[in-house]
């Protein structure tokens, strides 16, 4: 699938397929949605409760979660370990010119960025004393994870571009994957995709959206 390199509104950049008419990101911003949807309404839902957390993210893209999330450890004092899945990664010549870096404009950024998507697949890398990344390059249906997550970053494309990984059997083995009281984050609302989640036996939170969506939805096992 052919990628194109893409600016959305906040400046930040994202990619596009043409094949399936679908961004990476949001085209209102791919740092405020990253930021909105998976740091404050994921990561920051479980940093008041306590400091060591395991997530899952569903569509490492951009590595753009991964990010944001290993820049969070040093200011609330975190461990994080953190597993990505993907089954169709960017080529590494894409990544150096996605811009966040410049726009986070946060000391050791570009570094540490570089850590993260150049890190092998199938191996688990310790980028700091207090992150661990494994990047998995596999199919999210391949998933058979049990009570391990605290929290998974849902962001697979939408479900009119890829309607097979918003099914029941998909978000019940999001809901096996997670330990009791974790939770699942997406940017999507869509009240079949909720429907489907409570039937896995999510408790459903309804949320605000990043800018340009009204809601967004949070699960809790």
Not at 26 to 40: C, K, N, P, R, W
Not at 46 to 71: D, P, R, S
Not at 95 to 103: A, E, I
Request: proline fraction near 3%.
């Amino acid at each position: 699938m052919e990628r194109q390199l893409v600016i959305t509104e906040d400046g930040s950049s994202s990619v596009f397929i043409a094949e399936l008419s679908e961004h990476y990101h949001s085209i209102h911003g791919a740092l405020q949605e990253s930021q909105h949807v998976f740091i404050d309404a994921g990561l920051h839902y479980k940093t008041g409760k306590q400091t060591e957390i395991n997530i899952l993210e569903v569509g490492f893209g951009t590595g753009l979660n991964a990010l944001l999330t290993c820049m969070e450890v040093e200011k609330n004092l975190l461990r994080i370990t953190y597993t990505a899945v993907e089954k169709f990664p960017l080529d590494d010549v894409i990544y150096p010119q996605l811009n966040y870096c410049s726009l986070l404009n946060i000391s050791g950024c570009d570094h540490l960025y570089k850590k993260i998507y150049l890190s092998p697949w199938q191996e688990t890398v310790h980028l700091t004393n207090h992150f661990s990344l494994l990047k998995l390059k596999m199919d999210v249906k391949e998933i058979s994870f049990a009570n391990q997550f605290d929290i998974i970053y849902f962001d697979a494309f939408a479900p009119t571009a890829q309607p097979e990984l918003w099914t029941a059997e998909i978000f019940n083995s999001m809901y096996n994957s997670l330990m009791q009281e974790g939770i699942l984050v997406t940017y999507c609302a869509k009240g079949e995709v909720k429907r489907i989640m409570r039937s896995a036996g999510f408790k459903i939170e309804a949320l605000p959206g990043a800018k340009g969506k009204r809601e967004m939805t949070r699960g809790i096992k």
